[in-house]
């Protein structure tokens, strides 16, 4: 059974850096599937954040592209996300997930999520 | 950009009842629609995919159909564990950019 876990602070100071990550089990990153990540802000929607492919290939949020990066390292069978700039609508819980959009897969395996408050 | 929008942020229901959430994409998507469910605390839970393929192990009673822009999930029979926000998602590839609806919560009547 593929299993996800968000680790991190959980609070960031404004104009600081948001990182998590993401750690996998029971599946190795580096044998496909895209592994992304998806936030909700306190009392809204589902929002994506971005996606990145085993071979290191990015996606982002047209609306975030400047200020996010996702990562992977196969060899710990983690991937991150890394938020500069955090304001207080960046206050939100993170999940991270696997996908094979190409496949018509979206999101099947999600970690519990993560409540990150961005506050000074 | 597409837009998916789901035009109830809520709906009331009693358990045994039957309801249909909808989902209205800003252009023709074909059918590359899915629908979550999210209770607070928990994982998004994937329900149906592909527009109306229902995922292994989530009961009968819900069901998705629709293609091009307008989709629906429909809950019949309504349990007491059905109550939660339901969102359609929508993903294109070219490039490869995910987008949700809004949300629809369906609270008890």
């Known amino acids: 059974q593929v299993q996800l876990q968000e680790s991190g602070p959980r609070l960031v100071r404004p104009s600081e850096t948001l990182s998590l990550i993401c750690s996998v089990s029971?599946?190795?990153?580096?044998?496909?599937?895209?592994w992304g990540w998806v936030r909700q802000p306190p009392g809204k929607g589902l929002e994506w954040i971005g996606d990145i492919y085993y071979s290191g290939s990015t996606y982002y949020h047209p609306s975030l592209n400047s200020r996010v990066s996702i990562s992977a390292d196969t060899a710990k069978n983690q991937f991150s996300l890394t938020l500069k700039s955090a304001t207080a609508s960046d206050t939100a819980i993170y999940y991270c997930a696997r996908s094979q959009p190409y496949a018509g897969i979206q999101f099947d395996f999600w970690g519990q999520g993560i409540l990150v408050t961005v506050s000074s | 950009d597409i837009q998916m929008t789901q035009s109830a942020s809520s709906l009331s229901a009693s358990v045994g009842d039957t309801v249909t959430i909808t989902c209205r994409a800003s252009q023709n998507i074909g059918s590359e629609l899915g629908w979550y469910q999210v209770k607070p605390g928990k994982a998004p839970k994937r329900l149906i995919y592909a527009a109306s393929a229902l995922v292994a192990g989530v009961p009968s009673r819900f069901s998705g159909s629709g293609s091009g822009t307008d989709f629906t999930l429909t809950i019949s029979s309504l349990q007491p564990e059905d109550f939660a926000t339901y969102y359609c998602l929508h993903h294109s590839l070219y490039p490869l950019v995910y987008t949700f609806g809004q949300g629809t919560k369906l609270e008890t009547k």
């Open positions: 029971g599946y190795a990153i580096s044998s496909g599937y895209y």
